[in-house]
């Protein structure tokens, strides 16, 4: 599965909105904490009261609400809270204002979330001691162990689609390392985000 890259840019942008505006600021602002965690079809926060995306809808206890078209001042309002930029947190915030409206595709909103539960999977499983975070900087489910960070990422201006990276905190030289940050992978390489491969890739690195 590889959806077109333009509809996965455009669902990937208007969902990380969605993570950073109306799920971990708002989350921050209160609880002071802007970590959120991967759960089946999406992403949710951490704290109470539990908000998650799942696919193309935002949810709040059994109520749920569209993306396409909204945004996320609007989803915000929706659930009772205020949309919160988080640019006094950390520098790459998201580019989507308060009032643009959203854009999601199912088949590409699935694709990613298919991408953050393997990754979520894979971590686990690497290191059963950790708990992964999706982090709404760069959307990127991760953890970090022995100085090194090991994650999936739905992709970015570097990579435009998701891949499972390994970065260590020096340069590597070797086959394995083909990024300037250590090594990467895309997750349709791995299995088409085949739990068990992105381990393999994740071990692979953890050993070299």
């Known amino acids: 599965m590889n959806p077109d890259p333009t509809t996965l840019a455009a669902t990937r942008r208007s969902l990380h ?22 759960t089946p079809g999406g992403f949710a926060t951490v704290t109470e009261p539990s908000h998650r995306v799942d696919g193309v809808h935002l949810i709040a206890g059994d109520r749920l609400w569209s993306i396409a078209g909204r945004s996320c001042a609007d989803l915000a309002s929706v659930v009772g809270l205020q949309a919160s930029p988080l640019k006094d947190v950390y520098h790459d915030a998201t580019d989507i204002g308060e009032t643009e409206p959203l854009d999601v595709d199912p088949a590409a909103a699935e694709w990613l979330a298919r ?22 900087e760069h959307f990127d489910v991760a953890i970090r162990l022995d100085e090194v960070n090991f994650g999936v990422s739905p992709g970015d201006i570097h990579i435009n689609e998701p891949y499972a990276y390994v970065g260590p905190p020096t340069p590597r030289t070797g086959a394995f390392w083909n990024q300037p940050f250590g090594a990467a992978r895309p997750m349709r390489e791995l299995g088409t985000a085949d739990p068990a491969q992105v381990l393999a890739f994740f071990t692979e690195g953890r050993n070299a």
Do not use: F, K, M, N
């Open 17 to 38: 909105a969605v993570a950073e505006l109306v799920l971990a600021g708002p989350q921050y602002r209160r609880h002071g904490t802007i970590r959120l965690q991967v």
């Open 115 to 136: 991408c953050w539960v393997a990754g979520d999977s894979a971590l686990r499983r690497l290191a059963p001691a950790e708990v992964p975070v999706l982090w709404p």
